[in-house]
């Protein structure tokens, strides 16, 4: 009786000491207003994300990737049997569902089908810098590729296995803006990503970071055979009006090294590029990637005023000079 008297005045006591607490501290009026209580608030936030992930949610409900996908991923990954069922819980009438049609007699690649010395067999319609009359236009072996994310976001795992993955499919990986890594250079193609870090090949000048020719040249002619195309990008829905950081816990030495930085800082990207400031000089920029490298030269941007693209598309049909592709950011955000 003894023991229990103890255990529940000590418990007693640490609740008077929160709530002393909770009522003092000024830093949140929840838990001023309701002390001891408002701490449940926040615990069934935590809790709230799992339970209607596990219990309420169905399998294709949640976004970006639904139980069903996840558990698809996870199979695979491990070896697992990951065949559907003819029964499906997918919304076949659902716009935007992607089909496979069938066909009578469908075709059968060879065992060496990705061939890169045979234009034959390449899916992907478009030879990107043609009509740019790049001197060295690349033609995707594939219409599903890798899109950009960078080394630092992901793991070094994670972009090995993509590159090699890349490889051995015959698609690209693009690097994302945080620089060209090792694990990039593993024998898939990769298209560079130059964002406004201009990390890989740029340099920082009184706080800001500025394109630097000299180390773009070396990237880009002599760090990598495999580099197929750039990518200039402009903006991107998961940083709507600002630009990315990428925090100092994160910024290892290897890290800061590929992207030209100090290390152990917190490193920010910038909404805007110092390269260029309106059209005009953005055609200039690409221009000169191009005659640089040879390379095809494209940008990645979400829509939004459309002012900068009517000038773009009147720049680009009367003087033939401007990106050889775009990449349209959705929007949804991501990172």
């Not at 069938?102 to 992907?124: L, Q």
Request: net charge neutral; with cysteine; proline share 5%.
């Amino acid at each position: 009786m003894n023991t229990l008297l103890l255990i529940a005045s000590i418990a007693v006591g640490m609740l008077v000491i929160l709530f002393i607490r909770d009522f003092t501290q000024k830093k949140n009026s929840v838990i001023r207003n309701f002390p001891v209580m408002g701490h449940f608030r926040y615990i069934l936030i935590k809790l709230g994300a799992p339970i209607r992930q596990y219990l309420i949610a169905s399998n294709r409900e949640e976004l970006p990737f639904n139980r069903s996908q996840r558990n698809w991923i996870d199979k695979s990954a491990n070896g697992d049997n990951n065949y559907e069922g003819f029964g499906t819980d997918k919304d076949l009438y659902n716009p935007g569902h992607v089909f496979i049609n069938p066909k009578m007699f469908p075709y059968v690649p060879e065992d060496d089908h990705i061939n890169r010395t045979d234009p034959s067999f390449i899916p992907c319609a478009k030879v990107i810098g043609k009509e740019r009359n790049r001197k060295r236009p690349f033609r995707p072996y594939s219409v599903v590729n890798i899109s950009a994310m960078s080394y630092g976001s992901l793991s070094a795992n994670a972009h090995t296995a993509l590159n090699k993955g890349a490889a051995l499919v015959g698609c690209y990986h693009n690097t994302g803006e945080g620089g060209l890594s090792p694990y990039h250079q593993l024998g898939g193609d990769v298209v560079f990503h130059i964002g406004t870090g201009y990390y890989g090949c740029g340099v920082t000048k009184n706080g800001k970071r500025y394109f630097d020719i000299e180390a773009f040249r070396e990237l880009a002619l002599n760090k990598y055979d495999n580099i197929r195309a750039i990518e200039v990008k402009l903006s991107q829905g998961a940083k709507p009006g600002k630009g990315g950081v990428l925090p100092a816990s994160k910024n290892t030495k290897e890290i800061a090294a590929i992207r030209g930085v100090e290390a152990h800082t917190d490193v920010l990207s910038p909404n805007h590029h110092t390269a260029f400031s309106n059209v005009r000089e953005m055609v200039d920029f690409i221009e000169m990637l191009a005659e640089e490298t040879g390379l095809p030269v494209g940008i990645k941007s979400a829509v939004g005023d459309l002012g900068g693209w009517e000038e773009f598309e009147d720049i680009m049909s009367k003087e033939i000079r401007g990106p050889a592709f775009f990449t349209i950011d959705g929007g949804e955000g991501g990172s």
